[in-house]
């Protein structure tokens, strides 16, 4: 009633995520070519927000606010990438494994800087305005760094296995070499292509 009163909303409960039963995983890399193709390993977390629709099956599990929920969300995460190597989907194995490892470096970012904010712009302003941006200095001390810094740890251990499991390495290798071979045959269907266009417009020309 008091929310009511004062024409303010009471803040909405925090959703807890759905419950993960890896067996209803989909795979649908394994079923697309051009799907897989179109992933790239690239460094670190790059693409973990944006490769759909792994993004959102799995972003809903990702949590680092504290060490029990760092916990719980790292041992999910770990139970899908088990699921996509046995699968044989390299691209569901590495976007966990980029979750699991976003996880440490942005619980690790909190306890280094409170608030989360590292930089003083964000990449966006840098691209609009040019320029360049600075890393804030790191906080000595505040509420919640070393629960951040636990859950960074908790995240680590498990990043460790994604990276030294051996199939998922051999699916890496599996994929880069179909990639590079993808990406070879794409560049003479893109040169062809440029070719005959080449020919039509001197046709053109030529009346």
């Not at 044989?88 to 800087?113: C, E, P, S, W």
């Not at 990449?123 to 200095?137: F, K, S």
């Not at 993808?182 to 292509?193: A, G, Q, S, Y």
């Not at 266009?197 to 030529?206: L, T, W």
Request: proline letters at 4%; glycine letters at 8%; charged letters at 35%.
């Amino acid at each position: 009633m008091r929310a009511l009163q004062t024409g303010r909303m009471a803040p909405k409960a925090k959703q807890e995520p759905p419950d993960l039963d890896v067996n209803d995983l989909p795979t649908p890399a394994l079923n697309s070519q051009d799907l897989r193709m179109s992933y790239r390993i690239a460094r670190g977390e790059q693409g973990v927000l944006t490769f759909e629709p792994y993004k959102s099956l799995l972003l809903p599990h990702w949590r680092f606010r504290t060490i029990p929920i760092a916990q719980i969300s790292s041992g999910t995460l770990w139970q899908a990438f088990q699921h996509y190597v046995k699968a044989g989907d390299l691209v569901g194995a590495d976007m966990a494994r980029k979750f699991i490892q976003m996880g440490m470096t942005r619980a690790k970012r909190y306890a280094n800087h409170k608030g989360g904010r590292k930089y003083d712009r964000s990449e966006r302003e840098v691209e609009r305005d040019g320029g360049a941006r600075a890393e804030l200095p790191k906080s000595l001390a505040h509420e919640g760094k070393e629960e951040k810094l636990g859950a960074s740890e908790v995240f680590k251990e498990v990043w460790r296995r994604c990276v030294g499991d051996e199939r998922y390495l051999g699916l890496k290798r599996e994929f880069l070499a179909e990639q590079k071979e993808w990406d070879r045959e794409r560049k003479k269907v893109v040169k062809k292509e440029e070719e005959m266009k080449v020919v039509k417009d001197e046709e053109v020309d030529d009346g």
